[in-house]
């Protein structure tokens, strides 16, 4: 395993997150996006982001991790905890309207609701940290089932072997899915590869022309996504200006969440969050090097410093402010009086979501899945309830298209 010195250890974490924070601004990549606005309208506009982000994530960190060129898995212990503590941080970012890095490049925007989300999420991580001795003993041992796991770990075969097999399983999936709604019997079907065709099809064969469909359309939305590279002209500062497409940010996640792996490790972000809280207690003058929650776990005994994870978080916030300037998008934008509710109630609700998981959206459903930890795994679906519960309770008014 390599060694770099201390600056170029500060250095890779100041430029890993200026790219995180330039990739999230330009494409508006948010996972509160990717799901409410799929559950709510079927806009899969973010969503295909975030899917491109994480297969090609478990391509590059499977053979990451066979060659060794990696700093350790996420897997943390899973159970009960990792479903309940996804549910309560998935309820808290709709309500909030940010995930954890999509309220990051939002306050680096300039939006002062994610501050106050930001604030409160930090409220959230001293309140647990200063709860953690009890729940440890009311929460975290009774329902937790078994130590941390990974499928790479499991399997007999180099990781490599597992991540290909994965991503391959999940782009038929996916065929399938897009590839089901399109046949002529769906009239959800959005698709039109099929249409004029009205030919009884046997139900054994229903699923090879929906997985053929489904390719064909993967196929094609390649092409053209690739072909748009080719045949935008105009001139370079104004390509750069404008959004861009959420499979470009997901891709370009996914590149530099591997370089951090291969340097700090699967990237996080609440984790670091609740270090800050911690630094700026003690800073304030709060001794917290006792409260076991900072002292013991986070900062593992090694005293309250900034460590090279917090860096990269800030610099996320950097990140995004500049491509939010240099793109003519930043300016401050006020929260509406009567909706101050939803970035208090909500970020409290990441805060101490994210610690009885833990993680957030990006440990859990982005790198964990990647990763293949069955936390994540757990942590992920109830991030995704939590979501769909919170989004229907949102647009009762008016329903939701899911």
């Not at 934008?333 to 998981?357: E, F, I, Q, T, Y």
């Amino acid at each position: 395993m390599f060694t770099l010195s201390p600056p170029a250890y500060v250095a890779i974490s100041v430029a890993v997150g200026l790219a995180f924070g330039v990739l999230l601004q330009k494409a508006r990549f948010c996972f509160v996006s990717a799901f409410r606005d799929f559950v709510a309208f079927k806009d899969t506009r973010v969503l295909k982001g975030v899917l491109a982000g994480v297969l090609v994530m478990t391509i590059f960190w499977s053979f990451q991790a066979t060659l060794g060129y990696f700093r350790g898995f996420w897997t943390p212990a899973w159970g009960l905890t990792s479903l309940v503590g996804g549910f309560v941080f998935g309820i808290g970012m709709t309500m909030a309207g940010g995930c954890a890095s999509g309220t990051l490049y939002r306050a680096g925007q300039g939006y002062v609701q994610f501050w106050l989300t930001l604030l409160f999420m930090g409220v959230g991580y001293v309140v647990f940290a200063y709860a953690f001795p009890t729940l440890r003993s009311v929460y975290f041992e009774p329902l937790r089932f078994g130590d941390g796991a990974s499928l790479y770990l499991a399997a007999p075969w180099p990781p490599a072997v597992t991540g290909l097999l994965v991503a391959t399983a999940g782009i038929l999936v996916y065929a399938f899915v897009v590839g089901r709604r399109a046949l002529p019997d769906d009239p959800g079907g959005e698709s039109g590869f099929l249409q004029g065709t009205r030919g009884q099809v046997a139900a054994v064969n229903d699923a090879t022309a929906a997985l053929g469909v489904g390719l064909r359309g993967m196929a094609s939305g390649t092409r053209e996504y690739l072909r748009g590279f080719v045949t935008d002209d105009r001139p370079v500062t104004e390509r750069l200006r404008s959004s861009w497409d959420a499979r470009t940010a997901g891709i370009g996640l996914a590149l530099v969440a591997s370089l951090w792996f291969w340097v700090y490790g699967a990237w996080a972000i609440t984790g670091s969050e609740a270090k800050w809280a911690g630094w700026l207690l003690n800073a304030a003058g709060v001794d917290v090097t006792g409260v076991e929650y900072w002292g013991s776990v986070l900062f593992r005994g090694e005293g309250v410093t900034v460590t090279i994870d917090m860096i990269m978080i800030a610099a996320v916030v950097v990140g995004s402010f500049l491509a939010a300037v240099l793109s003519g998008d930043f300016r401050i934008r006020w929260p509406k009086v009567n909706r101050l509710h939803n970035p208090v109630v909500g970020g409290l609700l990441m805060g101490v979501g994210s610690r009885l998981a833990p993680g957030c959206n990006i440990a859990n459903l982005f790198s964990g899945v990647a990763l293949l930890s069955l936390h994540s795994l757990l942590a992920g679906a109830g991030i995704i309830l939590g979501t769909y519960v919170m989004t229907h309770y949102l647009y009762r008014e008016v329903g939701c298209a899911i």
